[in-house]
């Protein structure tokens, strides 16, 4: 079945320092791609997306590219803040396949002034 | 402003009861969800509902009770056969059942506990 794995976190950063959070998936269908942003005691929010191969999404210096060829879709930021802490889900919906969403396990991002 | 909303969002329930969490969105949306999230954890999906008065389990349903009655509304029961209920419980909505790859919604979630 279709399924997204993400790095265990948490990852722990000095502020300007470069982010990377690795998100593979598997799909047998043509998915969307997504990251969402959970702040403490928060539902989530989308952050970015991305629905066709080698798209590329990108909101508040966050990017990730849609790697159609490595089934992955990496979120990087080159200067972290210290406001960025919080817990990043990267998700997929698969449409005409699959009928829901399917979200990682959650990567905690904690940085440090 | 349109969106989706949870309440209450503190839930507090005595060993044995039911309680009813309430979620309301007015994106007219025909997808909604129930996640549940534990301290330090992923979500888990409850139940889903992709149109109005149909839903289906998702990947830890027992102990869970939904219905959708109103494309508006999916409200989640926590049954006394859920043995172990506190969590933090969010609803999500996105787009219609023919494009499920538009953003998904959530709301600020309802942090239930047993007491």
């Known amino acids: 079945g279709n399924s997204v794995t993400q790095m265990e976190g948490p990852v722990t950063l000095s502020e300007e320092a470069f982010l990377t959070i690795n998100c593979t998936y598997t799909a047998t269908g043509y998915p969307s791609l997504f990251w969402y942003v959970q702040y403490p005691g928060e539902g989530l929010q989308l952050l970015l997306k991305?629905?066709?191969?080698?798209d590329k999404g990108s909101n508040k210096g966050f990017e990730a590219t849609y790697r159609k060829e490595t089934t992955s879709f990496h979120l990087e930021k080159g200067s972290v803040q210290v406001s960025d802490s919080a817990v990043y889900f990267c998700?997929?919906?698969?449409?005409?396949?699959?009928?829901?969403?399917?979200f990682g396990t959650g990567t905690r991002l904690q940085v440090f002034p | 402003d349109g969106g989706i909303t949870q309440s209450p969002k503190y839930l507090f329930r005595k060993e044995g009861q039911n309680v009813t969490l309430s979620c309301e969105q007015n994106l007219n949306h025909d997808a909604m969800y129930w996640y549940r999230q534990d301290p330090g954890q992923g979500l888990r999906l409850i139940y889903y509902?992709?149109?109005?008065?149909?839903?289906q389990k998702g990947d830890i349903a027992e102990g869970y009770s939904v219905s959708r009655e109103k494309k508006e509304s999916f409200p989640l029961t926590v049954t006394s056969a859920q043995k172990n209920p506190t969590a933090f419980y969010l609803c999500?909505?996105?787009?219609?059942?023919?494009?499920?790859?538009?953003?998904?919604?959530f709301g600020q979630g309802t942090r239930l506990t047993v007491v």
């Open positions: 999500a909505s996105n787009g219609d059942r023919l494009n499920l790859n538009t953003e998904a919604f």
């Open positions: 509902s992709q149109i109005v008065n149909d839903f």
């Open positions: 998700a997929l919906s698969d449409q005409g396949n699959t009928d829901k969403l399917i």
């Open positions: 991305a629905t066709k191969a080698d």
